[in-house]
């Protein structure tokens, strides 16, 4: 049985399809933490950097009167658990020394006064706070800071009621610890006729995958641009709330005309876009539109024969989409990526180095049920049978120009499909069938290149082979994922390495700069990206001689003089810090 406080966010009602995962993760670890023995050492506590032990432990004295006493050092052998089991210490899937990113302390407030103490304590004290949600941004740096030695400020513990729920306008308001699951849940119990946008794990907070502007699957995939309304405490401990959310209280949350959640720009500028990616501040209250259920739902694949098929898949994807006949954010993926939701590495082959690919005819084609591939598209079409026919044979009837094209709908596949897990995802069911890729090598963790692309055959072609070549000079395999918004896809490149060994985190590291640099000379910018590569992204977006960094500088130093908020979270440190040796470039 999974405790809640061991899994928040997960229902007891999927615990024992939760379990299998727990299991796999432990098998797949080579070293297990000793269940039994002496008890570990105290290992050395990390300061914040200026911070000596007696200030910090006089101010944690402090901070523990400010949260009911809901405050836990981080002063013991780290662990990095598991998905579900959100290690707060430090970042689970390290890329350096398992420490290098870890916090001092972990403080979980009950209310939003509470926040606002902790931010107050914060300037008193100059101590870094770093806000998480729920802290599982894994790949990206999980419930780290990006400042070693910081205090986490854990909204998602106790803070997390689904506020409002309104079937009519189709819309909620959250508190930072309402998972997918667990919004998903509430709507089932309501009665109420809404979906929700789920991205590929559900047991993420709903706010959080939002604020680092995460990606979903059905219409309502873009989750920041989903977002109506939020209230925020700014890093002097004072309370906004942005677009109609301004209005005196009596007007917004509970009287008849509330239009918080149904207006996202109220009157003057509009800052929502400030407070996500950012340490401008901490998001207590955030606004979602949800999508009415469609009554009716049909997702489908298609698979393509040729590597070379993607210029033309890609090519055929852009006119469909921007017109939205393709009505969701599809999926394109390469045979590998498939691969590695079917098995691990080892199940595949037991060659050095990755799989080569004029093998993988030979080695994972056999393996895999639909036969011969190397892309496949992943689709879904909404709304009542006349309508999501007529999508399909528009789609069907496109894609089929590509030879070799095969669609193929969920009953015509094996009971363990991943298409039959996408029906989930793109039909807004949670689910954590995409935890299997990270599976592929033992001790199996993952961060990724997350680069933008223009919706186009050339993009697409120049983005894979530059990307292929260098996982090819680094000896990983290569893991593509596009996911198609409007206008350009996010192409999720998954980068599996084994945490336990140093060969693999140094070659990890090392290829995750050199797509970032090799991208960057290409016009390729990333949307996203772990705590450790934060600096040497945001250098990229340099036009003007770094102009957009200093003015996130400049508005870090007016609203956060004391420089406690997330110092260097996405490359905004601000003057306290800037120059003192921790940027990483
Ligand atoms: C995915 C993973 C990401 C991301 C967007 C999507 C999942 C795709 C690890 O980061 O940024 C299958």
Known sequence: ??????????????????????????????????????????????????????????????????????????????????????????????????????????????????????????????????????????????????????????????????????????????????????????????????????????????????????????????????????????????????????????????????????????????????????????VTKMGFWLMPNPKGHQTFQITFEKEDDLYEIVETIRPLRIRNIIPNVPHLRHIMQEASVYGDRKSFWDGDGPIPHDMIDEIVVPKMWMGNFRWILYLCVYGPEVIRKAHIDVIREEFYKIPGAKLTFPDDTPANSYLRSRVNIYAGVPDLRELDWVMWLPNGSHTAFSPISPTTGEDAVKQYEMTKRIHRKYGFDYFPTFCVGWREMHHIVMVIYDRKSEDSKRRATAMMKELISEGAKLGMGEYRTHIAFQDQVMKTYSYNDGALLKFHDQIKDTLDPNGIMAPGRNGIWGSRWRGTGLERT
């Open 1 to 282: 049985m999974i405790e809640p406080d061991y899994a928040p966010g997960i229902p007891f009602r999927v615990t024992d399809y939760a379990n299998t995962y727990k299991k796999r993760f432990q098998d797949n670890a080579t070293t297990m933490q000793p269940a039994t023995g002496p008890v570990p050492e105290i290992r050395a506590q990390v300061f914040p950097q200026g911070i000596n032990k007696e200030i910090f432990d006089e101010a944690i004295q402090e901070l523990k009167t400010l949260v009911d006493g809901d405050v836990v050092l981080v002063n013991e052998e780290l662990d990095d658990g598991w998905y579900l089991h959100r290690p707060l210490t430090h970042d689970a899937f390290p890329l350096g020394a398992q420490d290098e990113f870890v916090n001092s302390a972990i403080c979980s407030p009950g209310s939003v006064e509470q926040v606002q103490a902790v931010v107050r304590w914060a300037n008193k004290w100059l101590i870094p706070i770093y806000p998480i949600s729920m802290g599982r941004n894994l790949g990206y740096g999980g419930a780290a800071a990006r400042l070693p030695g910081s205090v986490i400020v854990d909204l998602g513990k106790r803070m997390k009621k689904v506020l409002e729920l309104d079937e009519k306008s189709a819309f909620c308001l959250l508190e930072p610890g309402v998972s997918y699951y667990m919004l998903f849940d509430e709507i089932k119990k309501s009665g109420k006729d809404l979906w929700v946008d789920v991205p590929d794990l559900g047991g993420g907070s709903v706010i959080g995958n939002a604020l680092d502007r995460g990606v979903g699957y059905t219409p309502y995939g873009d989750h920041f641009g989903m977002h109506c309304g939020m209230e925020i405490i700014l890093p002097n401990g004072e309370l906004i709330r942005t677009g109609m959310g301004a209005m005196p209280d009596a007007n917004t949350s509970h009287g008849s005309a509330n239009t918080w959640q149904l207006f996202q720009y109220g009157f003057g500028p509009y800052p929502d876009g400030l407070f996500s990616q950012s340490n401008y501040g901490i």
